[in-house]
């Protein structure tokens, strides 16, 4: 800190000073921009999830569906099986390959806790990779 004296030569000197005011006032605009839009950027909004208009995904040479009925039984590809069966015929199934994946079509009725029951007992059994399946639809919304 030293004093600038003027020695009456050229009145528009060069400082050396670098201004961050403007720059502090930026950032406090940035800032309160973003804590009033981050509260708006979480969702709280009711969907029905049952149809897709994804592109749908290659299928495998032959998959394994694990289907769920309107009245919550359960059937792997075309045969009933219970709870307590669908570990073991899972592995005579996929020879015990438990990195297939499993597709899981559940019927529009079922509810949320008896999806959560049977990924529950995939997951248990070691049957990690699980594929929903869902509807294709054609067009727009």
Same mark, same amino acid.
């Given at each position: 800190?030293?004093?600038?004296?003027?020695?009456?030569?050229?009145?528009?000197?060069?400082?050396?000073?670098?201004?961050?005011?403007?720059?502090?006032?930026?950032?406090?605009?940035?800032?309160?921009?973003?804590?009033?839009?981050?509260?708006?950027?979480?969702?709280?909004?009711?969907?029905?999830?049952?149809?897709?208009?994804?592109?749908?995904?290659?299928?495998?040479?032959?998959?394994?569906?694990?289907?769920?009925?309107?009245?919550?039984?359960? =059937? +792997?590809?075309?045969?009933? #099986?219970?709870? *307590?069966?669908? $570990? !073991?015929?899972?592995?005579?199934?996929?020879?015990?390959?438990?990195?297939?994946?499993?597709?899981?079509?559940?019927?529009?009725?079922?509810?949320?806790?008896?999806?959560?029951?049977?990924?529950?007992?995939?997951?248990?059994?070691? =049957? +990690?990779?699980?594929?929903? #399946?869902?509807? *294709?639809?054609? $067009? !727009?919304?």
């Amino acid at each position: 800190m030293g004093i600038h004296l003027n020695e009456g030569g050229d009145d528009l000197q060069e400082t050396h000073e670098i201004n961050v005011t403007p720059f502090i006032d930026v950032m406090l605009v940035l800032l309160i921009i973003f804590m009033v839009a981050a509260p708006l950027a979480t969702v709280d909004i009711k969907v029905d999830l049952p149809a897709s208009t994804a592109k749908p995904a290659p299928r495998p040479d032959k998959p394994i569906y694990l289907s769920i009925k309107e009245d919550k039984s359960l =059937y +792997l590809d075309n045969a009933q #099986v219970t709870d *307590e069966q669908l $570990g !073991t015929s899972l592995d005579k199934l996929t020879n015990a390959d438990k990195d297939k994946t499993i597709f899981v079509r559940g019927d529009k009725q079922v509810d949320y806790a008896r999806l959560m029951e049977v990924m529950d007992t995939l997951r248990g059994a070691g =049957y +990690l990779k699980i594929g929903l #399946v869902g509807l *294709e639809t054609v $067009g !727009t919304k």
